[in-house]
């Protein structure tokens, strides 16, 4: 597609409960990355992927969170059991190589509201 | 590991004029990309500009320079002639070239306000 895409772009859901944002790169970009942001905060690194090698999980704060990709294609950022603290804008973006220059562009992010 | 930092929560300029925002930065690496993007209140993150490290001029696009002074580690964002559509929050980045470095670490960002 023309950009990253994002969906949900706001998600209210209940404590405990589950949710799953989705993230649609870039066509042809074989990096995609996972940031969370909390109001009024910097951008946090949760996950990247590039291409077909092991993903870097080094950012996500524990086993609730999970993604997954499959090849260069949508990835899936799932958490279990949602806190009140997971409460954020969770932005994924994509670029060509996961390296140098190389310019992450953004999705438009999915709003995630835990009561 | 890598780390920005960004001193300035907010700042405000004037209409017109020119604004310096600051960013120093911390890493092993040899080699690495810094970079600006802009967040407006819509929250879309919006690409500025980039340095790399060897390159020896400092990058420019448009209205945004980047005073890129590696000895003191730091890569300043600077936007001449600043209009109303600058006002937003601004962060600073870093990627490196290899290996666990290849996140794109973010500073906490500065909030600018231009005043008419």
């Known amino acids: 597609g023309a950009g990253v895409s994002q969906s949900p772009s706001n998600k209210v859901t209940e404590k405990g409960k589950d949710v799953e944002l989705r993230c649609d790169p870039i066509s042809g970009h074989t990096a995609l990355y996972w940031y969370r942001q909390r109001l009024g905060q910097g951008l946090e690194f949760l996950i990247y992927f590039q291409g077909n090698s092991a993903p870097d999980k080094s950012g996500l704060p524990s086993d609730r969170f999970s993604a997954e990709r499959t090849g260069e294609s949508v990835s899936t950022l799932t958490i279990q059991r949602t806190q009140q603290e997971d409460s954020a804008v969770y932005l994924c973006?994509?670029?060509?190589?996961?390296?140098?220059?190389?310019?992450?562009?953004f999705g438009a992010g999915s709003r995630l509201t835990v009561l | 590991a890598q780390k920005i930092t960004q001193t300035q929560p907010g700042m405000f300029v004037q209409e017109k004029e020119a604004v310096t925002l600051d960013c120093t930065y911390d890493t092993s690496d040899q080699s690495y990309g810094l970079f600006w993007y802009k967040q407006p209140s819509s929250g879309e993150m919006i690409f500025l500009i980039y340095?790399?490290?060897?390159?020896?001029q400092n990058a420019t696009e448009g209205r945004y320079s980047l005073n890129f002074q590696k000895a003191r580690k730091s890569a300043n964002l600077v936007i001449s002639a600043s209009q109303l559509g600058d006002s937003a929050m601004y962060f600073c980045?870093?990627?490196?070239?290899?290996?666990?470095?290849?996140?794109?670490?973010f500073g906490s960002g500065t909030q600018l306000t231009v005043l008419p």
């Open positions: 340095q790399g490290s060897y390159d020896e």
């Open positions: 973006a994509s670029s060509l190589v996961a390296s140098g220059a190389n310019v992450l562009t």
């Open positions: 980045a870093m990627r490196g070239f290899s290996g666990s470095a290849r996140q794109l670490t």
